[in-house]
Nanobody, 119 residues
Framework: VHLVESGGGLVQPGESLRLSCAAS????????MGWFRQAPGKEREFAAA????????RYADSVKGRFTISRDNAKNTVYLQMNSLKPEDTAVYYC?????????????WGQGTLVTVSS
């Protein structure tokens, strides 16, 4: 599956952003999807996941209560609404198909979208 992330940018602490991930090349609605992020100098980490139907979601403790993942299977797109952003949320954000149990990515990475939270 080919993945294209967008929506990143520079925001101040406390502000919001909405990321989008457009998928193509496979039946999108059959797969759980996840958002991952990689902060400068750190390894890529899991942030959020959504089941193929959208009925179940999972979040890393660091984003729980602030981020919301959603999907539109008709548009082959998954979203990440990020509220109350903190400087530690600064990272390149990637989407991917995901192993629901292990929270591991399954496909080739896209280019990601950079989120910078700074005053």
């Amino acid at each position: 599956v080919h993945l294209v992330e967008s929506g990143g940018g520079l925001v101040q602490p406390g502000e919001s952003l909405r990321l989008s991930c457009a998928a193509s090349g496979r039946t999108f609605s059959r797969y759980a999807m996840g958002w991952f992020r990689q902060a400068p100098g750190k390894e890529r980490e899991f942030a959020a996941a959504i089941s193929w139907s959208g009925g179940s979601t999972r979040y890393a403790d660091s984003v729980k209560g602030r981020f919301t993942i959603s999907r539109d299977n008709a548009k082959n797109t998954v979203y990440l609404q990020m509220n109350s952003l903190k400087p530690e949320d600064t990272a390149v954000y990637y989407c991917n198909t995901i192993d629901w149990g292990k929270k591991n990515p399954l496909d080739t990475w896209g280019q990601g979208t950079l989120v910078t939270v700074s005053s």
